[in-house]
């Protein structure tokens, strides 16, 4: 995968993420159990984790 692919799919990731975290924040759904675990537990370091990536990423690419 080139990086160009890589970086579409981080940002993909990091939007549908981010739509994951305004579910959470906007709707009723912060009582449901098992949905504010994944946001907790799975969203928030995926997100953290691709933001960096974004920021980051050309520092751990390998030079050709």
């Known amino acids: 995968m080139n990086a160009r692919a890589t970086r579409s799919l981080v940002r ?3 939007l549908v993420g981010a739509a994951l975290i305004g579910t959470f924040i906007y709707s ?4 449901v159990a098992w949905f504010a675990a994944l946001v907790k537990w799975g ?3 995926l997100l953290t ?3 960096l990536w974004m920021w980051q ?3 751990f690419r390998p030079k050709s």
């Open 43 to 45: 969203v928030v370091p």
């Open 12 to 14: 993909w990731l990091h």
């Open 28 to 31: 009723p759904w912060d009582d």
């Open 49 to 51: 984790l691709s933001g």
């Open 57 to 59: 990423g050309h520092r």
